[in-house]
């Protein structure tokens, strides 16, 4: 009899899942929970160190079936690896090897950035871009000399990207603002008539990184050198030549949906070391999500079918009480089951002992269970709002909004609203929030701390009108770019922990094809893994002497490739059972992340900040 896929995920141990494999409708989904088990995650540690390169080893890739992992080097040179390695046709559990099976000397003169085995090509085509601004595609079965080249890009090419379903073409982002596609099928003469020019992304952009989405191929992400992922839709987009001048490589508004954090996703402004750059961005399994790794800040991630532009005040409709005089704001005094407010309670201690990051945690967890309970969420605001890292003031203000619309009446959410409108700079919006609180609760138009942020949302207004942008460049923007930016959508989550200000290809990605984990390198030294959906970091690891900048697990494995400014590669996979002394775990993660906040929040050229590490990309 046929067993349904109806009871919940998290209720499946490790035997339930293998037993139900024998039905082919839930094979995939015991594929999935297998490869990021919580039982494995957690016993992760350093399996193997691959030594070979003579330089920073800036990219890595899994082959498609997740045989061969691929990397590139400052060095010039792409290694293949087989990691795997059987003692007998019967065992069951790979030993890991690191045995390089190909050293290729690539034509390279600058830093490899990109490798990419083509799909449907048994593993041996490979396609590599670099800081020459060439690109070179190898047939790994015959010599080491390419068999297709590009020099197309007038700048470093920094990322290539691959679909499953097109075997013989690709796609390429340079730092001249150019996404490339091209056939290998076809002759290419660099700079020709040939039409290879996708997107140009303007004169004031650096392209990063490009993704194409494995479900629906059409769909192709990029980042650049600001704070919007672009999301193009490449049937509405013709080829045109390289040449073509860049000012009339305008497309069509339709073609594109631009995503950025709502804190700053209609700044037209940059100073002269706060830019933004997106380091990397990936697609989920599903095509569903995307996540962006953001220099200088965190990594977002958004969902692409349902997003939403930000919103900054939208208050609920509030029936006042038919007697005025007994108007009276909600006190939200439901009572939580115990389990919860143990939670809570833990988070108001760390709260008033100034813990915010533990704080926070405790907040998370309990709304995880009592999701519908607005005291959480306002607790949780107010933690944000005095923690002030990258970010905060605006979740913060997205807390409150669902305080309010869980509960109209709740009074400190409004305040706390307005509050943060104002430390968001949202001045005229704030003040609109603060007249409604009056208007709504008039015995509390005298209250002090009413009286207050009234008096300093009207001295912001009277700085604002005076104020002088010394330090800041106008962006001089299209109004197709301007209405493109100002229609963003807003962020699902994001992660927070990890530094990501010294490198522009530092990776985070999903950790397993069901998409619970995130994992992305850090300056510190490190790599992070958070869990999903608290967003907790789960665990840190030391993976680098410097910096850790490539992540890329396995396809189908509970197995995780790390490099950086080292020239090894380092795998990473589950222990057979857990030491008492785990040397490369970091232990004191709040450290470790407050410490990062404070990297990223300092001026790089300040010789007073604290101490980060530099290199040429």
């Not at 899994?62 to 019967?90: C, E, Q, T």
């Not at 809570?344 to 760390?350: C, E, L, T, V, W």
């Not at 926070?360 to 709304?367: M, V």
């Not at 990501?500 to 998409?515: L, P, Q, V, Y």
Request: with cysteine.
């Amino acid at each position: 009899m046929h067993r349904s896929w109806k009871y919940k995920k998290s209720s499946m141990n490790s035997m339930e899942m293998l037993l139900d494999r024998q039905y082919g409708d839930v094979e995939l989904e015991v594929q999935n929970r297998l490869q990021t088990a919580p039982h494995l995650m957690d016993r992760i540690e350093l399996e193997v160190i691959l030594e070979g390169h003579n330089g920073c080893v800036n990219c890595l890739e899994w082959s498609d079936d997740g045989r061969y992992l691929a990397s590139g080097s400052d060095d010039f040179h792409v290694m293949i690896w087989d990691p795997f390695r059987r003692k007998s046709l019967n065992e069951v559990s790979p030993v890991y090897s690191g045995k390089c099976i190909e050293d290729l000397k690539t034509p390279h003169t600058g830093n490899i950035f990109s490798v990419k085995f083509l799909p449907k090509s048994g593993n041996s085509i490979m396609a590599t871009g670099a800081g020459d601004k060439c690109i070179f595609v190898f047939d790994l079965n015959r010599n080491s000399d390419p068999i297709w080249n590009c020099i197309c890009h007038r700048l470093r090419v920094k990322r290539l990207a691959t679909a499953v379903e097109t075997p013989f073409i690709f796609w390429s982002v340079g730092e001249d603002g150019n996404v490339l596609q091209f056939d290998i099928r076809e002759h290419h003469k660099c700079r020709s008539d040939d039409k290879v020019l996708l997107i140009n992304l303007g004169n004031y952009l650096e392209g990063k990184c490009i993704a194409i989405n494995p479900r629906r191929p059409e769909l192709l992400a990029v980042g650049a050198s600001d704070a919007y992922a672009r999301l193009y839709d490449r049937r509405k987009i013709k080829l045109e030549k390289v040449e073509t001048s860049k000012s009339s490589r305008e497309l069509p508004k339709d073609c594109v949906t631009y995503f950025c954090p709502g804190h700053f996703s209609r700044n037209t402004t940059f100073s002269s070391y706060d830019s933004k750059a997106i380091t990397y961005l990936t697609f989920n399994s599903d095509g569903n999500e995307l996540l962006v790794n953001m220099g200088a800040e965190h990594i977002y991630l958004y969902d692409i079918d349902n997003a939403q532009q930000p919103v900054f005040l939208d208050l609920p409709e509030y029936r006042k009480p038919t007697d005025e005089s007994t108007a009276e704001p909600s006190r939200t005094k439901r009572k939580l089951p115990e389990h919860v407010e143990i939670y809570k309670k833990r988070g108001n201690d760390f709260l008033e002992n100034e813990k915010y990051l533990m704080a926070i945690d405790q907040y998370t967890q309990a709304i995880q269970m009592a999701p519908d309970c607005p005291i959480l969420y306002l607790n949780r605001a107010t933690a944000l709002m005095r923690r002030l890292w990258y970010g905060d003031v605006y979740a913060a203000l997205r807390d409150c909004h669902i305080a309010l619309k869980l509960d109209p009446s709740y009074i400190k959410a409004h305040f706390r609203l307005a509050r943060a409108l104002h430390d968001l700079g949202r001045i005229q919006e704030a003040e609109m929030c603060l007249k409604e609180l009056i208007a709504r609760f008039p015995n509390y138009a005298n209250n002090h701390g009413v009286l207050v942020l009234r008096k300093e949302i009207q001295m912001s207004a009277e700085n604002k009108k005076n104020e002088q942008s010394d330090s800041f460049t106008l962006l001089d923007l299209s109004k197709t770019e301007e209405e493109l930016r100002s229609k963003a959508k807003d962020y699902k989550e994001r992660f927070i922990g990890h530094c990501n200000t010294t490198t522009d290809i530092k990776e985070a990605t999903f950790f397993g094809n069901d998409s619970k984990y995130i994992v992305a390198g850090s300056d510190d030294c490190n790599f992070f893994i958070w869990e999903r959906p608290t967003n907790m970091i789960k665990s840190i690891y030391k993976g680098d002497m410097a910096i850790v900048n490539c992540v890329q697990p396995h396809p189908t494995t509970c197995l995780l490739a790390t490099s950086g400014i080292d020239h090894e590669i380092k795998i990473w996979s589950p222990l057979a059972r857990i030491n008492e002394e785990r040397s490369n775990r970091v232990q004191y993660i709040e450290g470790t992340i407050d410490l990062n906040q404070k990297k990223m929040k300092s001026d790089p050229f300040d010789i007073n900040a604290p101490s980060t590490y530099c290199r040429s990309s």
